[in-house]
């Protein structure tokens, strides 16, 4: 029977816009393979509030339904939220992969009897209806492309090659005048408590160095909270090369963000959304990874990035901080966690990368014009 009302179970723990982003590839497929079917994507409340922006214009899902707050059932609005969820006589129910407590056995308890997902060596396992079983991955761990092409086998879909699995990202382009010359964009900014960040001082040198080599337009992009940094990256080219042709996007909708980011040659960056937009509006990317250990989720899936990774022994650590203030990391070089001001202390997986490195790669990543 083809399913008429679908559910994804996504309850993240705090994701980032680029985590959302992703959650577009099973939706997408879910979409192509049942055509006719409501897809409803089921998110934390604060999450479907923080975000609206992105599932009003930007998501496969048909609609969204909010769970309520924290990760454990039982908790205050949850008897009402599985009623709602029972009133909705869903036909099929995947589970995300990284969802936690909203599970197969709560689905089953909500009276879903389809209930599709990724075995993880839990309790729930029993209560799905359809396990999704990959193949020992390649990685040690799943990549995404190992993950959409188990949901698309499952639903009956042809197999995946890794350039089909990124859906286009929904948007509305802006019309805009064609570029005169080559654009790229560069984002130095995201997260600062995952040590995701190249340190400031090279990203002004890469600027420079870019700006010398060629003629080609900067556009430094970041969020409202990021506008005193770009700010202050601006005044640092300039200083340098007084000729510099650089501009900053920041703080604006999602949709003029993905279409600065679509309209770039190239964009250059840290591990966040930005790059994760890049993919999904097919625009080559440079990033550059640190203790993270995330390059290998989007090495297939990503096939116009290229990742510049040192690959420290040592950035297989991963240690959420306990309490305030920084946190040293169990690693090789004692580096500090999360940082503690826009010069650091940096990761040395990080900040060791030479600008050079990354000036090639950009350079190699720019198409003839």
């Known amino acids: 029977m083809t399913p008429e009302r679908v559910c994804v179970f996504a309850h993240l ?145 042809p197999a995946l090659r890794p350039s089909e699995v990124v859906p286009p990202l929904p948007r509305q382009p802006e019309p805009s005048a064609p570029a005169e010359r080559p654009q790229v964009a560069v984002h130095p900014g995201g997260a600062k408590h995952w040590n995701r960040r190249w340190p400031a001082a090279s990203y002004a040198l890469l600027c420079v160095e870019l700006a010398k080599a060629a003629d080609l337009d900067l556009i430094l992009i970041g969020s409202a909270d990021e506008e005193d940094e770009l700010a202050g990256l601006t005044a640092r080219i300039r200083s340098d090369l007084p000729g510099a042709r650089v501009r900053t996007e920041c703080g604006g909708s999602l949709n003029h963000l993905a279409d600065v980011v679509a309209a770039a040659d190239v964009l250059v960056g840290n591990d966040s959304a930005p790059a994760h937009i890049a993919a999904a509006v097919r625009t080559p990317s440079v990033v550059l990874y640190g203790p993270t250990m995330t390059e290998f989720m989007w090495a297939r899936a990503y096939p116009r990035q290229t990742g510049i990774n040192l690959r420290y022994e040592c950035q297989m650590v991963r240690n959420m901080p306990r309490g305030e203030g920084p946190v040293t990391m169990p690693c090789a070089h004692r580096c500090h966690y999360p940082y503690v001001a826009e010069d650091g202390p940096y990761p040395r997986c990080l900040s060791d990368i030479a600008v050079a490195t990354v000036v090639d790669a950009v350079r190699r990543s720019l198409p003839e014009r």
């Open 13 to 157: 723990r705090e994701p980032g816009l680029g985590d959302l982003i992703q959650r577009n590839i099973f939706l997408a497929l879910l979409r192509r393979a049942f055509p006719a079917a409501d897809v409803v994507l089921v998110v934390g409340e604060h999450i479907a509030q923080r975000h609206a922006g992105y599932f009003a214009a930007h998501s496969y899902a048909t609609r969204v339904l909010r769970c309520p707050p924290g990760h454990d059932a039982g908790g205050p609005g949850w008897a009402e939220f599985t009623a709602d969820l029972r009133a909705e006589s869903f036909d099929l129910c995947v589970l995300d992969p990284d969802s936690h407590g909203l599970d197969s056995r709560v689905a089953a308890r909500c009276g879903i009897p389809s209930r599709l997902g990724f075995p993880r060596g839990e309790t729930t396992d029993p209560w799905l209806t359809v396990p999704v079983r990959i193949a020992r991955p390649l990685f040690g761990l799943p990549d995404l492309y190992e993950y959409a092409s188990g949901l698309a086998r499952a639903i009956g879909l």
